[in-house]
């Protein structure tokens, strides 16, 4: 029996969403998984619909977090079979009494935004309070374990284990016809899928598409997902002149989404760091690798460990719109991007459920 503890899952959309919610399927196929979830929108008939055995929580967060870990301790009272244990936050171990799982394998996960405080302060004392009561911390990256050591975790218990993939799924043709029809004769074909948050740097694409113009006189960019950003980019869109070479969707269905992925040149996300939220690792770059599409990333996160440079993509200064331009050109020469998109293909294989879920097994 495994027991996993989420704040975010299914039918929440999300990378920590697709994460949880690929793990909990991956060990389903090594023993019985029980999830302890919150609610989120829709959730009962997503519930209905998939094999896992999911018991979600509600209500005020302060009180869902006391009822939650209360309700995991009693479980593991009433179960002497227990395997492991998985906790994606270290808000989702914080209250969990430590005596409880001691003598059980016990995972916390990291992700570097969440982990970003300097020692000493207020929440990074928390922060090492709830993770030491873990024997296993999982690191999405090489990036996310410097900085958690950095910032006072213990080193000895880090682990790196990349996020799995489950892509690349079979795409209806119906989904495949309207993607070619939303592209239509446009190249380069360039993709974001992320929230719109300062973090990914939109407004620096927007300025590199207004520059690349001339260049490439039919480039289209497409931008899949919503956020806090949206009207300052609608608004640097409309300022910059650009027109139908700048797509935003902000909800998609997830077929039409992954048959724009397949349908694109490049993925584009040259993430900055801002205030504390920087990129961990980045599980879109292994989604789009999935089905052929070599990627651009940031060089200040842990996008060096979804992206091989001059292998599968490049590594730019997502900071200075310059790099970014001459790497989107560079991407390009001497049909760079098929050559990207190829050995991305075979990359990615290595991020597959099946490959990653062992990883955690040999710890167990």
Request: charged share 25%.
């Amino acid at each position: 029996m495994f027991i996993i503890s989420t704040r975010s899952f299914p039918p929440e959309v999300g990378g920590m969403q697709n994460l949880m919610a690929g793990l909990a399927n991956a060990l389903m196929r090594h023993g019985p998984v029980k999830i302890f979830a919150d609610k989120s929108e829709n959730y009962q008939k997503y519930d209905e619909s998939i094999k896992l055995d999911i018991e979600r929580f509600g209500g005020i967060k302060l009180l869902r977090k006391y009822r939650k870990a209360n309700r995991i301790c009693e479980y593991i009272e009433d179960n002497n079979n227990i395997r492991s244990i998985f906790f994606d936050h270290w808000k989702s171990i914080e209250k969990i009494n430590s005596e409880k799982i001691k003598n059980i394998p016990t995972f916390c996960l990291i992700h570097s935004k969440e982990i970003n405080y300097h020692k000493g302060t207020g929440a990074n004392k928390r922060i090492l309070g709830a993770i030491n009561k873990a024997q296993y911390i999982v690191s999405n990256s090489n990036f996310t374990k410097n900085l958690a050591i950095n910032n006072g975790l213990p080193e000895q218990k880090i682990h790196i284990i990349h996020p799995g993939c489950n892509y690349p799924i079979k795409i209806e043709k119906s989904f495949q016809l309207k993607a070619e029809d939303i592209y239509a004769n446009s190249y380069p074909k360039i993709i974001t899928v992320s929230r719109l948050v300062k973090r990914k740097n939109h407004q620096n694409i927007l300025m590199c598409i207004k520059n690349l113009k001339s260049k490439f006189p039919k480039i289209k960019y497409i931008s899949i997902g919503d956020g806090e950003e949206e009207e300052k980019l609608i608004l640097l869109k409309k300022e910059l002149g650009l027109g139908e070479e700048v797509l935003f969707l902000k909800k998609v269905e997830e077929q039409l989404k992954l048959a724009l992925i397949k349908n694109s040149n490049l993925f584009l996300m040259p993430s900055i760091i801002h205030k504390n939220s920087v990129e961990g690792f980045g599980i879109t770059f292994i989604e789009a690798a999935s089905y052929g599409v070599g990627s651009i990333g940031g060089k200040d996160g842990g996008e060096g460990d979804a992206i091989k440079d001059k292998e599968t993509g490049l590594i730019c200064d997502g900071r200075d719109i310059n790099s970014i331009y001459e790497n989107i050109i560079k991407f390009f020469e001497n049909q760079n991007d098929k050559r990207y998109g190829l050995n991305a293909l075979q990359f990615s294989e290595r991020f597959k459920w099946s490959n990653i879920v062992k990883k955690y097994l040999n710890l167990i």
